[in-house]
């Protein structure tokens, strides 16, 4: 069963602690997506790249996010350093987009992150 | 700037019944709209596509409309049951960035 696996699922750091999160997307996906869910904010998109490329990255807090596709099976956002206020669950999904057209994005368990 | 509007507060309805949940969206046009299902401490799992093109569309016991005139997507599950019990979010393209967008979902809840 293809799915998008994430790790870890669970993360507890002190504020100023370096937080790096870990993708694997579906092989063959050609799209992977960053998401921050919080109860105020909902789904919030952070990132997302096209054949390992950054499409847009402009959600992101830029001065401590960063998000990198070292190979096709690894994607990972890191946040340095770590504050209160990142505490959320990070998820990271995967599509296959042709052409223009939409996809279907499927997504992790998520990473729930604790910032104390 | 684009806006994508669910309705907040959760919907309760009795087994058996149809449920209807709306999704308006502002100040873009989205080729295509697409909705999903999110379980407590899950990710979010595709259900239905509709695009611009399609006024309806049909999987199961689910229903999607797509209003561009009105913009507004209307999701109907029919014959609900206990399962049915989620959070589901409306979720078109974001023109400018290229990227799926998602409202704050509504909350179903469905009594036997």
Redesign the interface.
């Known amino acids: 069963d293809a799915r998008?696996t994430q790790t870890p699922r669970h993360k507890v750091t002190e504020m100023g602690q370096e937080v790096t999160m870990r993708c694997q997307p579906i092989l063959g996906h050609n799209t992977v997506?960053w998401?921050r869910q919080t109860m105020m904010q909902?789904?919030e998109?952070l990132a997302?790249f096209r054949n390992r490329a950054p499409?847009?990255d402009?959600g992101m807090p830029k001065d401590r996010f960063s998000a990198e596709m070292p190979d096709a099976t690894l994607a990972t956002l890191k946040i340095q350093p770590s504050e209160p206020r990142d505490s959320a669950v990070y998820?990271c999904?995967s599509g296959l987009v042709l052409g223009?057209?939409?996809t279907?994005?499927?997504?992790?368990?998520?990473t729930r992150l604790t910032v104390v | 700037s684009q806006k994508i509007e669910q309705n907040s507060e959760a919907l309760n309805i009795q087994e058996g019944k149809t449920a209807t949940l709306t999704c308006n969206y502002t100040n873009y046009s989205p080729a295509y709209l697409q909705w999903y299902r999110q379980d407590p401490g899950r990710g979010p799992v595709f259900l239905l596509l509709i695009r611009e093109n399609e006024k309806e569309k049909r999987k199961e016991r689910l229903k999607v409309t797509f209003d561009t005139t009105l913009k507004q997507s209307l999701f109907h599950i029919t014959a609900s049951q206990p399962a049915d019990s989620a959070t589901y979010l409306c979720a078109p393209p974001d023109t400018g960035r290229r990227a799926l967008t998602f409202g704050s979902g509504t909350r179903l809840q469905v009594q036997p």
């Open positions: 998008v997506f998401y909902g789904l998109l997302y499409l847009d402009s998820f999904a223009t057209g939409g279907e994005a499927f997504f992790g368990q998520g």
